[in-house]
């Protein structure tokens, strides 16, 4: 019995074992568009093909049949690491009395898939990603998860291409100014955003105090104030010294937003 044979495809992976598979050439447009990028950036890349890469899709990859290594897939794992060192380390120098558990907090609202979306969306990272047509036609350029990725991936290019300075320089120019403003606070307790409002515009030293405990063991109800320079700025009642402490921390917040605001 003879066996009709099946149209022969080629696929990704073929092209990866026999070392096939074409190379990305960029239009005149697409040229003109990272040329835009890198003045807007003041930025410059010593090897081009980095950035190009940073931006580019698996989807497009696949549909030009490009060389596999030619996404940004790779890039985006050391964009993340990277990322990660280089907020670690802003936020260690510039925090010096903030926790540990505050520190993982903070860094985790700022280099989540949103943030850097947002991140993204402002340089306008996305007319600039090559897109199969199947992600071009659902959406692919505005979707958080793929500017994320993108994010990341121009992150891991610019650390390759010119080092660990150049990324500091890069997120002190987008990144740094937005931590400073209290962008992320909102997704910290009120003591955290309270230390952090205080160490950003360099008021002074925090401290709590509980001030008063009142009622019986079974029904304990503590009065904590938190003082900024010995100076009272806020007080809390609650069940517990923690739960004192977070009210207490949430009318500082609002007595120093309402100051800052009448300035």
């Keep these: 019995m003879s066996h009709q044979s099946k149209p022969y495809r080629r696929s990704r992976n073929h092209y990866d074992k026999k070392g096939g598979g074409r190379r990305l050439v960029l239009s005149e447009e697409q040229k003109r568009q990272f040329d835009d990028l890198l003045v807007r950036t003041g930025l410059t890349f010593e090897n081009r093909k980095l950035l190009i890469q940073a931006f580019t899709h698996s989807s497009y990859v696949n549909e030009h049949r490009l060389y596999a290594s030619t996404d940004n897939e790779r890039l985006e794992f050391l964009g993340d690491a990277v990322l990660e060192l280089a907020v670690s380390q802003y936020l260690y120098k510039k925090y010096t009395n903030m926790s540990e558990g505050d520190m993982t907090k903070l860094r985790a609202s700022i280099v989540c898939e949103p943030s850097l979306a947002r991140f993204a969306s402002e340089l306008n990272f996305g ?137």
């Design 127 to 263: 007319k600039l990603v090559l897109l199969g047509k199947g992600e071009e036609v659902t959406g692919g350029r505005v979707r958080p998860a793929l500017l994320a990725d993108v994010f990341e991936g121009f992150i891991g290019a610019l650390y390759l291409d010119q080092g660990l300075d150049a990324v500091y320089l890069f997120l002190s120019q987008t990144m740094y100014p937005k931590i400073n403003e209290g962008a992320f606070s909102h997704k910290m307790d009120f003591k955290s955003q309270l230390q952090e409002f205080v160490q950003r515009d360099g008021l002074g030293l925090l401290q709590y105090v509980i001030v008063q405990e009142r009622g019986p063991a079974h029904d304990r109800e503590f009065v904590s104030e938190v003082q900024l320079n010995g100076t009272s700025l806020g007080d809390g009642i609650g069940r517990s010294k923690k739960e004192a402490e977070q009210l207490a921390a949430k009318q500082a917040l609002v007595s120093l937003k309402a100051d800052v605001g009448n300035v």
